[in-house]
């Protein structure tokens, strides 16, 4: 009988090894990889809902964008953009800000959109969610 048992702590012995070795792959490969991350990317225009009209200057829409986008997170970037779209036969043509957030929350965008939208008077922002890997890279100067 103790031979039964000697085996037995020898197998889950031989098991545990095992796992612990597999664990020790599995957070090694996880520490050569980049960190996943969701990048936000809002799509903001800057003609009036009401009256199709430009509500600011393009210069002053960036500025005010960023005013805004300054107090809800630590960094963005914005890219100038020109949207359009068709309503029946008539085409129209707007500046538009292309957002691009990361390190950051879906919640976190939804909050900052609602200033965009009434500062911008925007019946909405499209809002795309991309999953991407982020990196910090550094030449370790």
Not at 9 to 25: E, F, G, P, Y
Not at 37 to 50: E, R, S
Not at 73 to 78: E, V
Request: proline residues 1%; hydrophobic residues 35%; aromatic residues 8%.
């Amino acid at each position: 009988m103790s031979n039964k048992k000697g085996l037995a702590a020898l197998v889950i012995a031989i098991i545990a090894l095992c796992l612990s070795a597999v664990n020790l792959t599995m957070t090694l490969k996880q520490g050569n990889q980049e960190s996943k991350d969701i990048q936000y990317v809002m799509y903001l225009g800057t003609n009036d809902k009401d009256s199709n009209e430009p509500v600011f200057a393009p210069d002053e829409a960036k500025e005010r964008a960023e005013e805004i986008l300054l107090n809800h997170f630590g960094g963005y970037t914005i890219q100038e953009a020109n949207g359009g779209w068709k309503d029946g036969d008539t085409v129209y043509k707007e500046y538009t800000l292309a957002i691009y957030l990361s390190d950051t929350t879906l919640d976190e965008v939804h909050a900052s959109a609602d200033d965009l939208i009434k500062a911008f008077n925007q019946s909405s922002i499209l809002i795309q969610a991309n999953e991407t890997s982020t990196e910090f890279y550094s030449t370790g100067n």
